[in-house]
C-alpha cells in the first residue's frame, strides 16, 4: 500500500487474513486500502470487524476510518456515530478531533465545532488550516473579534499560503 498500490496491497491482506483471520492491523490495513479504492462498503467492513474486537488496541484508528467511509456515503449521522466512538475510546487522535469539527461544522453546530477546533489548535497551534476553520466558526457563532484576530494569525502564520489568501478574502467580505 506504501507503494501506492491498493489493489495489490489488498490481495497481500487477503492472504495475511487467511493465514491469521483475527489479525487487526490487516483488517485496518485492508480497510484503508479499500477506502483509497473508493469501496466504501468494504472498507467499512473490515473497520467495524477492528472495532468488535474489544482487546484490539486499533478500534480508535478503526472507528475513524469508518466515519470517513460513512461520511464518503454521505451518511451523515454514521460519521458522526463513528467519531464519537473514535474520541471516546481514545481523546487524543488528533485526525479524529478535526474531523468531528468539520462534521460539526458542515451540521451549522458552530460553537461545538469551534470548541472542536480549539481544542486542535492547542495540540497543534501552528496549523492555518484550522485556524481558517476556527475563524470562520467563530464568525457563523457570533464572534466577530475571535475571527478576525485568527484571520489575521493565519495571515502572519504563513502571508504566502492558499488559506491566508482565503482569510483576506474573508476579511475583506467582513468589513
Known sequence: MLGGDPKK???????????QPSMSEAHLNRGVA???????????????????DPKSPLRARAAYHDALAMDAQHRTQDAETWIKRALDTDPSLDEALLFSALLRE?????DGA????????????????????FAV?????????????????????????????EARKYLVMWE
Not at 34 to 52: I, N, Q
Not at 106 to 110: I, N
Not at 140 to 151: C, H, I, K, N, S
Open 9 to 19: 496491497s489488498i490481495e497481500d491482506f487477503n492472504t495475511a487474513l487467511e493465514l
Open 34 to 52: 479499500f477506502l483509497r479504492l473508493g469501496d466504501y462498503v468494504h472498507a467499512s467492513r473490515d473497520f467495524e470487524t477492528v472495532w468488535s
Open 106 to 110: 458542515r451540521r451549522g453546530d458552530y
Open 114 to 133: 469551534g470548541k472542536s477546533y480549539k481544542s486542535f489548535l492547542a495540540r497543534h497551534p501552528d496549523s492555518v488550516v484550522t485556524m481558517l476553520r
Open 137 to 165: 466558526t467563530a464568525q457563523r457563532a457570533g464572534f466577530p473579534d475571535t475571527a478576525v484576530a485568527y484571520l489575521k494569525k493565519v495571515i502572519d502564520a504563513a502571508p504566502s499560503s492558499i488559506e491566508a489568501e
